[in-house]
């Protein structure tokens, strides 16, 4: 196989900076829900390259997508706009509680453009006393320096200087301490409907409920970073569509390129004329190659054949995962929505989640953690049956083998 003699992971280590630690294995092909590496080993992917690939790898539909736009025009710059963005902006507006669309390629970027745009909004509206922003210990909105600031884990955010100010956390769920916190002076709140990176903890309805009602009561923006939860992860196409209530601005990213880089920022029209000419922007942005593969994501997720699907299989999912638990004990918890799905480990096995991260690649499976208790899986929303049962035996051998050490 080309490459594979000098094209690997020790290379890694050689010409990449050392953020990262990737596996020893390096993929070269995937189909639907299976990927071979450099030696032509099959894997199972449970992990979805972190809830991105909603529709498996090189869906037919996406390949499709990606070679007639790459036929035909790549890319632009904002100083012009495209078919492909305005039809993707229309599908979106169209499908959720938003009336404007801003376009950027990653989460944090998204993320960056809702903070901004919320501390616009309030400056023009309210002034400049008005610029708190609450968020929540243990989440996750990017690695930018304002998201990384207001994500929940300093672990991510210290050492880099001083940090943009106005930012205060609170415990996830805890309404008490929300109500204590929140007023007049809160600009924005945001949250995660469910936390992905701090380990898949959905949010409480009555929480979001209340927190709802009391930004209106003091005219503070809600957030929602779905991120992760958004594109049908969740069995619909955003998760605040599960709680009777919406959010002032949305952020999508991850799975709405299926694997190609693209995120949105969603809002109302009133929130989104904060955004003048000349406040904000991106080269790239709403490329017509992005938002050409993004529309065909969004052809084949918001459907109710691959919607209501994702609750089938999320079944199927949770009673393998609790079969497995039954006969090795491991598991505090299964908790989590639709395919966004964390096993907990139990006091036992306390920090241990990586072990069973490795001992899967071992089995055949890929598969995530999210911090060091919760074993995270995020696999295609279209996993053919087959594909879960043999990702959940290969996961079962991988249970054994840490278990019998
Ligand atoms: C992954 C993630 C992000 C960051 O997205 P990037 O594309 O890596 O910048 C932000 N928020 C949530 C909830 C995420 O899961």
């Not at 404007?100 to 970027?109: D, I, L, Q």
């Amino acid at each position: 196989m080309s490459g594979s003699d000098t094209l690997n992971r020790a290379l890694f280590d050689d010409v990449m900076v050392p953020n990262y630690n990737p596996a020893a294995i390096i993929p070269v092909r995937g189909e639907g829900s299976r990927v071979w590496d450099q030696s032509g080993r099959e894997f199972i992917d449970f992990a979805g390259g972190i809830a991105v690939n909603c529709l498996g790898h090189c869906h037919p539909a996406l390949v499709k997508a990606l070679n007639e736009q790459g036929n035909k025009l790549w890319h632009l710059s904002n100083v012009m706009t495209n078919e492909p963005a305005l039809q993707l902006a229309k599908t979106l507006v169209d499908s959720t509680f938003a009336e404007r669309v801003y376009f950027a390629n990653s989460g944090a970027e998204a993320n960056e453009a809702a903070l901004k745009l919320a501390r616009r909004y309030a400056l023009e509206h309210h002034g400049e006393e008005k610029d708190q922003i609450i968020a929540f210990t243990q989440g996750f909105h990017g690695r930018t320096f304002f998201t990384v600031s207001v994500g929940g884990q300093p672990a991510y955010s210290d050492g880099f200087g001083p940090k943009p100010g106005g930012i205060d956390h609170l415990a996830y769920n805890d309404i008490e301490g929300f109500k204590a916190l929140i007023s007049d002076r809160t600009c924005a709140v945001m949250l995660e409907p469910i936390q992905g990176e701090g380990g898949i903890v959905p949010a409480d309805a009555e929480f979001l409920r209340q927190v709802r009602e009391l930004c209106d009561q003091h005219n503070a923006l809600l957030i929602f970073d779905e991120v992760q939860t958004g594109v049908g992860r969740t069995g619909k196409l955003y998760a605040y569509e599960h709680y009777g209530i919406a959010p002032d601005i949305l952020t999508t990213a991850k799975a709405l390129g299926g694997g190609f880089p693209i995120a949105a920022m969603l809002t109302t029209a009133k929130v989104a004329a904060s955004l003048k000419v000349g406040t904000h922007g991106s080269t790239y942005g709403g490329n017509p190659l992005a938002c050409a593969v993004a529309n065909a994501v969004l052809d084949v997720v918001n459907t109710d054949a691959v919607l209501n699907g994702v609750a089938q299989r999320e079944a199927q999912l949770r009673a393998g995962l609790e079969a497995i638990n039954a006969k090795f004990d491991v598991f505090s918890e299964v908790r989590g929505k639709g395919l966004l799905m964390g096993a907990v480990l139990n006091e036992q096995y306390k920090g241990k989640a990586r072990d069973f991260l490795v001992a899967s690649v071992d089995e055949g499976l890929m598969c995530l953690v999210a911090g060091a208790n919760v074993v995270r899986f995020t696999p295609s929303l279209v996993i053919p049956e087959a594909d879960l049962a043999e990702g959940l035996a290969r996961f079962e051998r991988a249970v054994a083998k840490v278990v019998n050490g």
